[in-house]
């Protein structure tokens, strides 16, 4: 697989551009090797984030970012495939319009998650 060394990353990104592959495999690999070669630091990381929550109210500031990055992943996608689907790639708008869905699921799962991190009002017991 070809792939650029930090400088041309970094003179490709003065002008604007980014490195693209050549074939599926390459884009396989590229995204493959992204995910694995930092799962145990992002393992490690967010499960020491985690492990300082004491309460549900802990639990809402980290849900409620991740709302808003997922929003704007939606809005980034949608974005991707409406440029797309200008350039006449419409498979390729198809399936950023699926990834797109996908993420309001998150989302809505995402928001519902923060919503039950409000402690519920402690009712006073009748006599």
């Known amino acids: 697989m070809k792939k650029p060394n930090r400088l041309m990353t970094f003179l490709l990104s003065l002008v604007g551009q980014s490195w693209a592959y050549d074939t599926v495999d390459e884009v396989q690999e590229v995204i493959g090797k992204n995910a694995f070669d930092n799962y145990e630091r992002r393992v490690t990381t967010h499960r020491k984030g985690a492990a300082g929550i004491t309460d549900s109210l802990g639990f809402q500031p980290g849900l409620v970012d991740l709302h808003d990055e997922l929003n704007d992943t939606w809005h980034y996608l949608m974005a991707l495939q409406q ?19 996908n993420t309001v699921d998150v989302m809505t799962a995402v928001d519902q998650a923060a919503e039950q ?3 519920a ?4 017991l009748s006599r």
């Open 117 to 119: 991190t409000v402690p």
């Open 121 to 124: 009002p402690e009712v006073p």
């Open 83 to 101: 440029r797309a689907r200008d350039l006449g790639h419409l498979d390729l708008a198809d399936s950023m319009m699926r990834a797109a869905e």
